[in-house]
């Protein structure tokens, strides 16, 4: 009961209310067995009384007749005669065989005042006899008129008496003369056997039968005995002129109402039964139908709702208006609000905030199902392409935060116009996009659809009178490799990462498509860097150095410092591990590293020439050290050296992030004492404003330009020298390898010359002979 009570409102109610009927039937059965049980009593008692008062009447109207007779005779100048002189005819006149019988008197006698017989007769076997002392009926008599409660008593009664085992009625009279006031002279006492026949006429007259029975000894003269009732019969005292007589009236009972009480109860329970029956089921239905049910499928809803079974929250039933529809109402409302606000929710977090495009979340589960449909449809063709705006930090810097936004923006929708609307497209952050590229078969292949990527990102882009273009590297990865096999969600994104970058690395708005050997270089570079760094824990990295020489003079002007790496028995080019460096954070260590040997180089150089200067590149991370430049006094002002005798050389792409912290370090490296050269000037994006708002005293004009300039295109260089005059600035030409190219950039008015047709880059020792040997020329 406790379990499920516990369990169930609705069985619990139903239970309650089924045993509170049950209860209630149960009372109101007893209550109306017990009316029943008291009307039937009640019914019984009255017709008992009833049947007593006719069987009491019956007796009485025989006593009062015969009382009547004796009386008659009593009073009657005859009969006061004969009490005074013995007439033997009175008697046989009077008391005739005929007339006894008649009368059912059995003994007639007159008795004297003091109580002895007179005179009197008596009925014995048919025969008329006389009456002597001797007879015990006499005795009855005399008892009877000499009995205190007859002194003084002028009319007859009754008497009622058990005698020699039957029961008696004694009728007496006084007897006088029948004029008033005469003086009693007797007692006339006339006795009636109460026999079968006698008792019988009665019963017949009553219609009721009944029977005397001798009062016991102790209840006579009780002022009330009791009533002796049984199921059959009514037993109580009868009354006669002395008051309680000797007789007990038994009379019989109608037969027994016994059969109707256990019908009537039978009745009655079936009638209990019926309506608790009937009552429950109304009860339960009703309160089943309009509450309990209703309650139980909330109940369920909630409970399959809470063990997850539901894919959608409940929506709970309403059939109407009543309190549990507008509960059910309420909940509704409530759910549906939950539920928009629960989407609303996965949008926002699928959603990139500024692009409204999806992010990376809503990628990696598009990817899942992607991927899982791959499986499934083998002529899919289906790619992640990775897209990353090439520069958008440095023009982010430069032309403000704002234009970056709205170029991110317009990026976006392009790449969304260029897709089904049913496709994704995903900013990851910062400038990197990524879609997924699906086509069927006989659609567009992926490298085609790339070129379309590209000619849209071209597109230029308006801004507040503005024209902007950017490009965008892109990095493409199949979802199945070539062996047919489905790739992971993750190797996808590392292998759309690879070529992303490989693109970058290979220029400005190029693609590139993963490959293994992609694959193979970023194990190659994790191999390296591990070398790098052992390299550096043993201190083996090496610096040479590279004349630059001014040309009108013929003098070696400055030399540039050069990381070199002895690695497996030849030399590991800076173009590969300066980048490794950078991506690792080694390079500050590298940095250091340099930096040391040059000054430690320095006082050899100086030695030579006084006016030596040595430049040491710096790449754009070790600009951003905080302790850079607090580092590189240290080193020089701790070797005693002049601070002017070191230069820093600095590509454009150390301005390109953060270009604020880039501007103020560059600062604080001039207010130093460091000069400080821009180099590969003409390959990066710099704009000619910030060029002059910036430190350097110096601009080193790529190789590239010279290699142009060999080919007769001088136009670049030419810009870039002139550019360099109007700012106050001078030029380093990088690459020179031939006297053609020496020749035009001289002509053009560079003449700082830094190339493999005067010197390669060489170790100090090397470095110091080379210099001997010059000077001995
Ligand atoms: P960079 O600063 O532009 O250095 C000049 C590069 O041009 C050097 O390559 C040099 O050997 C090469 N070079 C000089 N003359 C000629 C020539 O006539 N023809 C050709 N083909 N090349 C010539 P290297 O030493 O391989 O260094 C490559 C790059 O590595 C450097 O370019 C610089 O960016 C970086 N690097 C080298 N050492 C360091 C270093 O100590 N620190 C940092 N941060 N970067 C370094
Ligand atoms: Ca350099
Ligand atoms: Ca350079």
Redesign the pocket.
């Known amino acids: 009961m406790y379990l499920w009570s516990r369990r169930s409102l609705r069985l619990k109610t139903l239970g309650i209310l089924v045993l509170l009927l049950c209860v209630v039937g149960a009372l109101s059965f007893a209550a109306s067995a017990w009316m029943l049980d008291r009307s039937l009593v009640e019914f019984e008692q009255r017709a008992v009384s009833e049947r007593v008062a006719r069987v009491s009447s019956a007796i009485q109207q025989d006593v009062t007749a015969r009382v009547r007779v004796a009386s008659d005779y009593g009073f009657w100048d005859d009969a006061a005669a004969f009490m005074e002189q013995q007439d033997e005819k009175f008697l046989s006149v009077n008391f005739t065989v005929e007339s006894l019988r008649n009368a059912q008197v059995s003994a007639v006698a007159f008795l004297a005042l003091d109580g002895h017989l007179h005179a009197g007769v008596e009925m014995r076997e048919g025969q008329r006899e006389r009456l002597d002392e001797s007879r015990p009926l006499v005795q009855h008599m005399r008892a009877l008129v000499m009995d205190p409660a007859l002194a003084g008593r002028s009319i007859g009664g009754d008497a009622k008496r058990w005698a020699d085992g039957q029961p008696l009625l004694m009728v007496f009279s006084p007897v006088r003369r029948a004029e008033r006031l005469s003086p009693q002279v007797g007692w006339l006492v006339l006795v009636q056997v109460l026999d079968e026949p006698n008792l019988r006429e009665l019963s017949q007259g009553a219609g009721v039968d009944f029977r005397f029975l001798p009062a016991r000894a102790e209840a006579l003269g009780a002022a009330a005995a009791p009533v002796h009732n049984s199921a059959a019969q009514v037993t109580q005292p009868i009354r006669d002129a002395l008051g309680v007589s000797e007789l007990l009236l038994q009379v019989d009972l109608p037969p027994a109402l016994e059969r109707q009480r256990q019908t009537g109860l039978l009745v009655l329970l079936l009638n209990s039964f019926v309506l608790v029956l009937l009552a429950a089921a109304a009860a339960v239905l009703l309160l089943d139908r309009l509450i309990l049910r209703r309650l139980a499928d909330f109940a369920r809803l909630a409970r399959r709702q809470r063990h997850g079974a539901a894919a959608s929250p409940p929506h709970w039933p309403v059939q109407g208006q009543d309190e549990l529809d507008q509960l059910a109402l309420a909940l509704n409302t409530m759910v549906s609000s939950l539920d928009e606000a629960r989407d609303e929710l996965e949008r926002d977090v699928r959603t990139d905030a500024l692009t409204g495009l999806g992010n990376r979340r809503q990628l990696y589960e598009q990817l899942d199902h992607l991927l899982g449909q791959q499986a499934r449809h083998r002529e899919l063709t289906l790619a992640l392409l990775l897209i990353d705006l090439d520069d958008f930090k440095l023009l982010n810097d430069s032309l403000g935060h704002e234009l970056g936004n709205h170029l991110l923006v317009q990026t976006g929708r392009r790449l969304k116009e260029l897709v089904r609307a049913s496709d994704v497209v995903t900013r990851l952050g910062g400038d990197e996009f990524a879609l997924i590229y699906v086509a069927e078969k006989g659609e567009l292949g992926v490298l085609s659809f790339v070129r379309r990527v590209q000619q849209a990102l071209a597109q230029p882009v308006s801004y507040q009178g503005l024209e902007v273009t950017v490009t965008g590297s892109i990095g493409i990865a199949y979802v199945a490799t070539q062996a047919g096999q489905a790739l992971n969600k993750d190797d996808l994104l590392r292998n759309a990462e690879l070529a992303m970058y490989a693109a970058k690395r290979a220029g400005k708005g190029r693609y590139s498509l993963f490959n293994d050997a992609l694959l193979g270089d970023v194990q190659e570079r994790m191999l390296l860097e591990q070398q790098l760094r052992e390299c550096l824990r043993q201190d083996q990295l090496e610096?040479?150095f590279?004349p630059i020489i001014d040309v009108r003079s013929g003098e070696v002007a400055m030399f540039?410092?050069?990381?070199?790496w002895p690695l497996d028995g030849g030399y590991c080019?800076?173009?590969r591990f300066?980048p490794v460096a950078e991506e690792t954070g080694l390079?500050n260590e590298?940095?250091a590293a340099?930096a040391r040997k040059v000054i430690a180089a320095l006082p050899a150089l100086l030695a030579v020439k006084a006016r030596h200067v040595v430049n040491?590149?710096?790449?754009p991370r070790?600009l951003m050290s905080r302790h850079l430049v607090e580092q590189m006094c240290s080193l020089v002002d701790g070797a005693g050296l002049s601070r002017d005798s070191i230069h820093f050389?600095l590509?454009e792409s150390a301005l390109a992030s953060n270009a604020d912290f880039a501007k103020q370090q560059l600062d604080a490296l001039a207010a130093a004492g460091f000069h400080l050269h821009l180099?590969?000037f003409g390959t990066g994006y710099s704009s000619l404003h910030r060029l002059q708002s910036l430190p350097f005293s110096t601009l080193?004009l790529?190789?590239s330009f010279v290699v142009m300039l060999g080919e007769g295109d001088a136009r670049i260089a030419r810009a870039i020298i002139s550019l360099a005059e109007q700012l106050g600035m001078q030029v380093i030409a990088?690459?020179?390898?031939t006297e053609a190219q020496q020749q035009r950039l001289q002509e053009l008015g560079c003449h700082l010359i830094?190339?493999?047709?005067h010197a390669?880059?060489m170790p100090l020792d090397a470095l110091l002979a080379w210099l001997a040997q010059r000077q001995v020329a």
Do not use: C, F, H, M
């Open positions: 610096v040479w590279q540039e410092a050069l990381a070199r080019s800076p173009t300066i390079i590298l940095g340099v040491v590149n710096l790449s070790q050389e590509t180099d590969d080193k790529d190789r990088e690459g020179i390898e830094q190339g493999y047709l390669r880059p």
